[in-house]
């Protein structure tokens, strides 16, 4: 049991783990696999994004809507921050795709009113804290936002970004349902694949859409691919982790039953036979442990992931009907492997000396 578990749970948890490994380590960087944007460089409707997520390759979407804002001189006082941009996104879609650090308070909600999220560098410019209320400049006159979240110091260069809701950002703008930018993530780091799925964006979209992002040859895109081949390192050793167990416990227990095996023999049973019984009993076990050790990874992979999206990272727990068909099947042939070598020294075994065997 405990080696199916070791084997399948891995196994199972590896495609959630790679998924949340990559889109992790895109956020980290405020990078994403793909985005989207009008070539003319105006906005577009909202309704694109169901475009972009039925495509097959894309693991996560989120639409933006962002636009920079002039600050009238001192309108911040002795500040020297003269223009921010303004990003309204979903809170739900955009933590699908980016990681959202805050450090102080929390991240945007659905049904936030005239709320916002600023990093801590921009707070200690404007002098305001968190609780506090922010001041910005539209078309539709000076609008007040409650700061009720801060992240970390922007290390990137631009402009300060003041996070609020699409819904809040439309409003403030006058652009409902209209959005600039889309953001996606895909699901693959094979190069061939990417390029395909990039593709197939550019034939659902047409020609009047310029798609951005990571490139295949990109150093940040290669260290994604080195720590998806450590993890698939990982997987294979505790294949061979588990595949050790089974061999070791067929072998004790052959061990053990030598003078059962040689009564078996005495009364008449073929080394054929025997070798048979052993590696049904080993079919037999491997089919329990298979099914305790997909019970077990299924439980392993659900409560690590809820761990995950606890502490902000954008981790999806999902496991296809392949992946289980595929993990059962090496279960079972795994397990009765592990018992050949076990079986023939049980079917070898001479009759007299085995009858003697304390």
């Given at each position: 049991m405990f080696g199916a578990w070791v084997i399948f749970g891995m196994n199972i948890l590896m495609p959630t783990m790679l998924k949340a490994f990559q889109a992790n380590m895109l956020a980290a960087s405020g990078q994403v696999d793909v985005t989207i944007s009008h070539k003319t460089g105006?906005?577009?409707?909202?309704?694109?994004?169901?475009?972009?997520?039925?495509?097959?390759?894309?693991?996560?979407?989120?639409?933006?809507?962002?636009?920079?804002?002039?600050?009238?001189?001192?309108?911040?006082?002795?500040?020297?921050?003269?223009?921010?941009?303004?990003?309204?996104?979903?809170?739900?879609?955009?933590?699908?795709?980016?990681?959202?650090?805050?450090?102080?308070?929390?991240?945007?909600?659905?049904?936030?009113?005239?709320?916002?999220?600023?990093?801590?560098?921009?707070?200690?410019?404007?002098?305001?804290?968190?609780?506090?209320?922010?001041?910005?400049?539209?078309?539709?006159?000076?609008?007040?936002?409650?700061?009720?979240?801060?992240?970390?110091?922007?290390?990137?260069?631009g402009n300060e970004e003041v996070l609020v809701t699409l819904l809040e950002a439309q409003k403030l703008l006058d652009l409902p349902n209209r959005i600039n930018t889309i953001e996606a993530n895909l699901d693959t780091t094979d190069a061939a694949q990417r390029t395909a799925i990039q593709k197939s964006i550019e034939g659902e979209l047409g020609q009047d859409y310029t798609l951005g992002g990571l490139s295949s040859g990109n150093e940040f895109y290669a260290s994604i691919q080195m720590g998806q081949a450590i993890f698939n390192l990982f997987g294979f050793l505790a294949l061979i982790m588990g595949g050790f167990i089974i061999f070791n416990t067929f072998r004790t227990v052959v061990a053990e039953r030598t003078r059962e095996i040689g009564m078996l023999r005495a009364i008449g049973a073929t080394r054929p036979q025997v070798r048979r019984m052993v590696i049904a009993e080993a079919l037999l076990l491997a089919a329990i442990g298979t099914a305790f050790g997909l019970l077990g990874g299924l439980y392993l992979s659900y409560v690590m992931v809820l761990g995950m999206s606890a502490a902000g990272f954008p981790a999806a727990y999902s496991f296809p009907f392949s992946g289980l068909v595929a993990a059962t099947a090496v279960g079972l042939i795994f397990g009765v492997l592990a018992a050949l070598v076990p079986a023939r020294q049980a079917a070898g075994m001479e009759i007299v000396r085995a009858l003697r065997h304390e």
């Open positions: 105006e906005t577009f409707s909202r309704t694109l994004l169901n475009k972009v997520r039925t495509i097959e390759g894309v693991r996560a979407v989120s639409g933006l809507l962002s636009r920079t804002i002039n600050v009238p001189d001192r309108f911040f006082g002795n500040s020297k921050v003269t223009a921010l941009t303004l990003v309204g996104l979903d809170p739900h879609a955009a933590q699908s795709v980016r990681t959202y650090q805050i450090q102080e308070g929390r991240f945007l909600r659905a049904d936030d009113d005239l709320a916002a999220v600023i990093t801590t560098s921009l707070a200690e410019s404007l002098g305001v804290k968190l609780g506090d209320k922010l001041h910005l400049p539209t078309t539709e006159g000076t609008v007040t936002l409650e700061i009720v979240g801060l992240q970390p110091a922007r290390t990137l260069p």
